[in-house]
């Protein structure tokens, strides 16, 4: 009886070690503008609230009202005034949403109490971010949403966005540096279903760099937000953008080639375009058979056609790589 109460004990505090809430970033939504004047007064205080919390993930969105020729409002006005007017606050600039809570105006925009009653939330959610860059104008960033604790939470809106982490621009309102400046949602209200304790999403998002942007200054930033309260669930940041693709497609390359080992079919999963064509070899180097995928988005190949045994799979991406891997035919 002993032994049975300890290993349920055990059990117990294993299963409690293994679903633990992960430290809830905060996101700091403001909404500013360039030529406003009031804000050139007051987003410098603001930057140094903000500077000292690791844990603020800050976006800067430009709305239309009340100064249409905002160069940052202008690059993309739609999606700019779609999320201040999603928190109703279209007409007035600066303000600022923490963690999907509307702040009021004040002298200060922010004060250290609320950071502070912030920082110490946690979330059974955990985001995760690689980003890219693929080509000379094409990044992609791959998601991964974990749920690492119970909650009642199973469906959230999934925002992705592109900023900028800083640009250098001298404008009308006599600001100089202008600090993640919103660019580009990638998904925007997406009605996503969260998953269960233990598991994890994997997304795969892309977009062109639009010429006016610096790619190296590109963040990907990535949010769960309730549809009904507007509270942040969680929110992650990724670094910026990595020129080193490598890694990223092999990883990618790896879950677009399955099964393997394959005893019937081969499928090869060009869904995101970045695949040009495969050739298949057999191991004293002959080849046994090429496939062209250009705009395919799925290939299905039949692997008995070849014979039990190792093959290598040369993968060829649009980006010029050439990649290797090794498949198994066992019937």
Wanted: one cysteine or more; glycine letters at 4%; charged letters at 20%.
């Amino acid at each position: 009886m002993k032994q049975k109460l300890l290993i349920f004990i055990f059990l117990l505090l294993f299963s409690s070690l293994q679903a633990q809430e992960v430290p809830k970033n905060i996101l700091v939504e403001h909404f500013t503008n360039s030529l406003c004047s009031i804000c050139a007064n007051k987003n410098p205080g603001f930057y140094n609230t903000i500077e000292p919390y690791d844990k603020v993930i800050h976006i800067a969105y430009h709305p239309s009202s009340p100064y249409a020729a905002c160069v940052f409002s202008q690059h993309n006005p739609t999606e700019n005034d779609d999320r201040t007017n999603y928190y109703n606050l279209y007409g007035g600039t600066p303000r600022l949403v923490v963690n999907g809570e509307v702040l009021a105006a004040s002298s200060n925009l922010i004060s250290n109490p609320i950071l502070d009653a912030q920082n110490n939330l946690s979330s059974a959610f955990e985001i995760q971010i690689e980003q890219f860059q693929y080509s000379s104008d094409s990044m992609y960033s791959e998601i991964t949403i974990s749920k690492k604790a119970a909650s009642s939470e199973n469906l959230a809106e999934l925002y992705v966005l592109l900023s900028e982490k800083e640009i250098a621009y001298s404008s009308p309102n006599g600001e100089d540096i202008h600090h993640d400046v919103f660019r580009k949602f990638l998904l925007q209200d997406e009605q996503f279903n969260l998953p269960s304790v233990g598991n994890e999403t994997s997304i795969l998002v892309g977009s062109k760099i639009d010429q006016d942007w610096q790619a190296k200054e590109l963040t990907t930033t990535v949010f769960l937000q309730n549809s009904s309260s507007k509270e942040i669930i969680q929110a992650e940041q990724s670094d910026k953008l990595n020129f080193t693709t490598s890694i990223a497609l092999n990883k990618l390359i790896d879950k677009a080639i399955y099964p393997n080992p394959t005893k019937d079919f081969l499928y090869v999963n060009n869904d995101k375009l970045l695949l040009q064509k495969i050739e298949i070899y057999s191991i004293i180097g002959t080849l046994v058979h090429e496939e062209n995928l250009e705009d395919r988005l799925r290939a299905k190949i039949d692997a008995q056609e070849f014979g039990e045994g190792n093959y290598i799979l040369r993968i060829y991406a649009k980006n010029k790589e050439v990649y290797a891997k090794k498949i198994v035919i066992d019937y």
